[in-house]
């Protein structure tokens, strides 16, 4: 039964996980980055993304949507198109709620991934991956 709900499920189960994995990458390196070595929260902010990204790409299309598309350059180009998309929403929501409403900003991030895994998945489902 699980078996079966799994192969009907697939895609979003294992988006869910790689998505959440992702976003332990990018917390943790966030939290690294500003708070272990006091870098500039949008700048670290910048940084985690870069690295959440790349995981994001490779676990993506190897596991979530198995992409077979021999146009790598157009698939990657097209990932970090919608991901730098993304990442505007998450640094708008970064500003608004750290700089003008004072909220800590570790829960802020935490707060952004939840829409930002969201906007992802449509992203990469409606306009990366798509099957050929």
Same mark, same amino acid.
Request: proline content about 0%; hydrophobic content about 55%; overall charge positive.
């Given at each position: %039964? ?20 992702? $976003?332990?990458?990018?917390?943790? $390196? ?46 990657? $180009? ?12 998450? %640094? ?7 700089? %003008? ?32």
């Amino acid at each position: %039964m699980l078996n079966n709900l799994y192969k009907k499920y697939k895609e979003i189960i294992n988006y869910l996980i790689f998505g959440g994995l992702t $976003t332990v990458v990018s917390i943790v $390196t966030y939290a690294l980055f500003a708070k272990v070595f006091n870098i500039d929260y949008l700048i670290s902010n910048v940084l985690s993304w870069v690295l959440a990204v790349l995981f994001a790409y490779i676990t993506n299309k190897i596991f979530v949507f198995e992409s077979k598309s021999k146009k790598n350059v157009k698939e990657i $180009t097209s990932f970090f198109f919608f991901r730098i998309i993304s990442l505007v929403i998450e %640094m708008i929501i970064l500003y608004i709620f750290v700089d %003008m409403l004072h909220i800590d900003d570790l829960i802020t991030k935490i707060i952004a991934q939840v829409i930002v895994i969201v906007a992802n998945y449509v992203f990469s489902k409606v306009f990366v991956f798509k099957k050929d």
